[in-house]
């Protein structure tokens, strides 16, 4: 396959995962209200909340520095991630692996420039126990990271990730 069009493949990937992020978004912005759990499963919660910090609120009783902070620093890598994409398209793993955590990163950059926080959503729970409210953006992030760790153990072990 032409490199310029597995690239733009790879970009409707990132494109397609910051629309969901997004939409999903603006979804429960239109739907919930601040700190109402919305039960949905047992285990579950819609509960719309604004994270100014990072993973799991780090920095979110900040000053508000972290926003611009946490804005370049997603910018920056997702031009780093561009980069890498470019660089990368033979392996398929990595680059399936690169658009999520792209199209992750940009709709959390998104946020913090529109609302000045990260717009999270989902409450995952046990008993009393909660996770810390996360969004679609997160999750993508996470299935990249977890992709790009299996791709390299794959790799490790003699496997290679060409054949995703």
Sequence with gaps: MNANLSFLRYLAIAIVT????QLSKW??????????PEPVLPFMNWLLLFNPGAAFSFLAQGSGWQRWFFTGLGLV????ILWLLRKSLTDKMLCWAL???LGGALGNV??????????????LHYANWHWPAFNIADSAI???????????????FGKTSQSL
């Design 18 to 21: 910051l629309l969901l992020d």
């Design 27 to 36: 979804s429960a912005l239109s739907n919930l209200q601040l700190g109402v």
């Design 77 to 80: 890598a997702s031009a780093y």
């Design 99 to 101: 658009s999520l955590i």
């Design 110 to 123: 998104l946020d913090r420039i529109m609302y000045g926080a990260v717009v999270d959503f989902i409450d």
């Design 142 to 156: 996470c299935i990249g990271a977890v992709l790009i760790i299996w791709g390299e153990l794959r790799k490790s």
